[in-house]
């Protein structure tokens, strides 16, 4: 479960057109431990599972913009703490809260478009 080809399948196994490769892969991805190496790397998690989360969020198929909301709520239970636009706390009710306003700004930035 150390492995980096390993999370790098489940984390692509997220954009899957099947939902239960999605559901799955989601599952073993929030069990692992949050001192897994890749989940604990600042730069891996902000440089390739946030900006590809904001990716797949603009992609117009249903399977795959699903996988953003999947890559967002990974964020959410396990990366908190190292988000960049996150500010650490000793709250985690505060951090989640930090997450969801960052998010709920890029939602309305992206309604101005329409």
Same mark, same amino acid.
Not at 79 to 86: G, H, K
Not at 97 to 107: E, K, R
């Given at each position: 479960?150390e492995s +980096?080809?390993?999370?790098? /399948?489940?984390?692509?196994?997220?954009?899957?057109?099947?939902v239960?490769? &999605?559901? %799955?892969? /989601? /599952?073993?991805l929030? @069990? #692992?431990? $949050?001192? @897994?190496?890749?989940?604990? $790397? &600042? %730069?891996?998690?902000n +440089?390739?599972?946030?900006?590809?989360?904001l $990716?797949?969020?603009?992609?117009? +198929?249903? #399977?795959i913009?699903e996988?953003?909301?999947?890559?967002?709520?990974?964020?959410?239970t396990k990366?908190?703490?190292?988000? !960049?636009?996150?500010k650490?706390?000793?709250?985690e009710? $505060?951090?989640?809260?930090?997450?969801?306003?960052?998010?709920?700004?890029?939602?309305? !930035? &992206?309604l101005?478009?329409f």
């Open positions: 479960m +980096k080809a390993l999370f790098m /399948y489940l984390l692509n196994g997220l954009k899957s057109s099947w239960l490769v &999605r559901i %799955d892969s /989601y /599952y073993l929030s @069990h #692992m431990p $949050d001192s @897994h190496h890749l989940l604990s $790397d &600042r %730069d891996f998690v +440089k390739v599972i946030w900006s590809t989360a $990716d797949f969020s603009s992609n117009p +198929k249903a #399977m913009s996988g953003a909301g999947l890559h967002m709520k990974l964020l959410f990366c908190l703490r190292i988000l !960049d636009f996150v650490e706390t000793e709250s009710r $505060d951090m989640q809260l930090q997450f969801c306003v960052h998010v709920l700004a890029i939602i309305k !930035d &992206r101005k478009n």
